[in-house]
C-alpha cells in the first residue's frame, strides 16, 4: 500500500501488484522477472491496452530457462522484495504527477526505472520496443516524466 500521504491503488495497480507479487519474488534471473512484470502488465489498464493493441496478446509467454548455477547467482538477496520497491516508486510517480491514485502506467515507470536495459529486452523479444510503447500511453505520461526514464 502507499503511504496515507501519497496516493491509494486504482484496481488495476492493485491486481498488477497483487498478481506480481505471486509471482515475480519466484523468479530465477532479473530477465523472468522482467517477463514475469511484463505478464501481469499486459492485461490490466492503460499499460495493458497499449500492449495488446502493439500485439502482445494473452497468449502464454515463455523465457529460456537458464542453467540452475546462474539462478542461483542472480537470485536476490532475502530481505530485498521487488514487488514493494516497484509500488512505493510507481506511489512516488503518481504523486509528483499529482494524481490521486496509481495506475499501471506508474507501474510501468518504476518497472523501466528497476529494469532498465532488462525490461525493453523482454519486450523486444515479443515484437515491442520501449518507444513504441511509450508513444502508445501518450496520452497517458506526461513528456517530464518520459524523458526522465530516456536511456
Known amino acids: 500500500m502507499c503511504e496515507p500521504s501519497k496516493p491509494r491503488l486504482s484496481t488495476d495497480a492493485a491486481i498488477v501488484l497483487a498478481l506480481a507479487e505471486t509471482a515475480v519474488p519466484f ?3 532479473s530477465e523472468d522477472e522482467a517477463e514475469r512484470w511484463l505478464r ?3 492485461t490490466h489498464g492503460q499499460v495493458g491496452c ?3 493493441g502493439l500485439g502482445l496478446s494473452e497468449a502464454p509467454l515463455s523465457s529460456a530457462a537458464q542453467p540452475r548455477a546462474i539462478r542461483i547467482i542472480r537470485r536476490r538477496r532475502a530481505h530485498e522484495n521487488i514487488v514493494t520497491t516497484v509500488q512505493q516508486r510507481a506511489c512516488e510517480f503518481a504523486a509528483e504527477r499529482g494524481q490521486g491514485a496509481v495506475g499501471t502506467v506508474d ?3 518504476a518497472v523501466l526505472e528497476n529494469y532498465r536495459g532488462v525490461f525493453d529486452r523482454a519486450l523486444y523479444e515479443h515484437g515491442v520496443t520501449r518507444d513504441e510503447l511509450l508513444e502508445r500511453l501518450a496520452d497517458y505520461v506526461p513528456a517530464s516524466l518520459g524523458a526522465r526514464l530516456d536511456r
Open 27 to 29: 523468479s530465477g534471473s
Open 40 to 42: 501481469v502488465l499486459r
Open 50 to 52: 497499449a500492449l495488446q
Open 107 to 109: 507501474i510501468l515507470f
